[in-house]
């Protein structure tokens, strides 16, 4: 029996029946089509995980019962806060996706001068709340019990701005220092990466200026999505737990 693992962001109490969260409760019912007395597992993103059965369904809510917490530390020792460059199409979704699977700790969405996604504010309202979606998503499916960071989308200047004590990188091709060289930081990495296009040359200098040591993945030109989830797997497998 497959025992599905499902993200509820409140209190999740023991030996007392309460309310799945609505996005959960509409997995149960309608994409799972579960029963009552079926086992789950539930985390609310607190580092821990809950056994639990379900004890009714309806078409709208989900009655459980959590019956043991359970520690099981399954993050990397490794801090990387990525810095995204904001791109079209499914190539985010990807990126924050797989990045999470990958063990990354935080996430901001950064956009720059060949961004080329436009959204008025209640558009990037939607777009925020979808990205969490797919994180807590991607949460259910690796095993972590503790869910990423996900900022609000700044400007390149913002995050050039952002005070860090981690070691601070922009993948830039053609770079004379490469990626899997970069030395060992207890204080984990600040990651930039530039949209579909890459980061211009101007925004490359910016960076520099503002601490940012340019690194290379090899002589290949990588796409976006590819060039985060390489540099992600690199610094994991060199200093994480990959």
Not at 40 to 51: A, I, P, Q, R, T
Not at 79 to 106: A, F, W, Y
Not at 140 to 162: D, F, H
Not at 218 to 225: C, F, H, S, V
């Amino acid at each position: 029996m497959r025992i599905p693992r499902l993200y509820h962001p409140g209190n999740i109490p023991l030996d007392e029946e309460f309310l799945l969260d609505d996005d959960a409760a509409h997995h149960v019912a309608t994409v799972l089509r579960l029963k009552a007395n079926h086992p789950v597992v539930l985390f609310n993103g607190d580092g821990n995980e809950y056994s639990a059965q379900i004890i009714a369904v309806n078409r709208k809510q989900v009655v459980i019962e959590a019956d043991a917490c359970l520690t099981i530390g399954k993050e990397s020792p490794l801090p990387i806060h990525l810095g995204q460059g904001v791109s079209k199409g499914d190539r985010m979704d990807t990126v924050l996706q797989k990045s999470v699977e990958l063990g990354v700790t935080e996430i901001t969405p950064v956009l720059t001068q060949r961004c080329a996604v436009k959204l008025d504010e209640k558009r990037w309202e939607k777009k925020i709340q979808q990205w969490q979606k797919i994180i807590t998503g991607a949460c259910e499916q690796c095993g972590r019990n503790v869910v990423p960071v996900l900022n609000a989308p700044v400007t390149l200047n913002q995050w050039l701005a952002s005070p860090t004590q981690a070691v601070r990188l922009t993948l830039a091709p053609g770079a004379d220092s490469a990626l899997v060289k970069t030395p060992y930081s207890s204080k984990g990495y600040r990651l930039l990466i530039g949209p579909e296009g890459g980061l211009s040359e101007q925004e490359i200098h910016q960076a520099n200026e503002s601490g940012y040591t340019s690194v290379s993945l090899g002589p290949r030109i990588l796409r976006t999505e590819t060039a985060a989830l390489a540099a992600i797997t690199i610094l994991q497998s060199q200093h994480g737990d990959l």
